[in-house]
């Protein structure tokens, strides 16, 4: 399956952001999806991540309250929805697509993601 990550740009503290992520080139409602984030000179950290239906999500316990994921399964797109933006919240987020049919949980380990899309950079300013 192939990513593309959109919806990213400059924003202002306090502010809101949608990010998209469009999946092509396979059956998406068999992936579970994930958002990511990465800020200079970090690892990469979990945000959040949905099951194959949406009926379950999960969250990094940093990030909750303010993002929110979300799938279209009928348009190929999952979404995450980031509100009080501050200027920590910059990074490059990427989504990504977990393949693992065999299980229901919402990996939080970069590791179980099998596909990446290329990131979106998001920049908050104060």
């Known amino acids: 399956v192939q990513l593309q990550a959109s919806g990213g740009g400059s924003a202002q503290a306090g502010g809101s952001l949608r990010l998209s992520c469009a999946a092509s080139?396979?059956?998406?409602?068999?992936?579970?999806m994930g958002w990511f984030r990465q800020a200079p000179g970090t690892e990469r950290e979990f945000v959040a991540g949905?099951?194959?239906?949406?009926?379950?999500?999960s969250y990094a316990d940093s990030m909750k309250g303010r993002f929110t994921i979300s799938r279209d399964n009928a348009e190929d797109l999952v979404y995450l929805q980031v509100t009080s933006l501050s200027p920590e919240d910059t990074a490059v987020y990427y989504c990504?697509?977990?393949?693992?049919?065999?299980?229901?949980?919402?990996?939080?380990?970069?590791?179980?993601?099998?596909?990446w899309g290329q990131g979106t950079q998001v920049t908050v300013s104060s």
């Open positions: 990504a697509a977990d393949r693992h049919l065999s299980t229901v949980a919402v990996s939080r380990a970069a590791h179980e993601y099998d596909y």
């Open positions: 080139g396979d059956s998406f409602s068999n992936y579970k």
């Open positions: 949905i099951s194959r239906s949406g009926a379950r999500t």
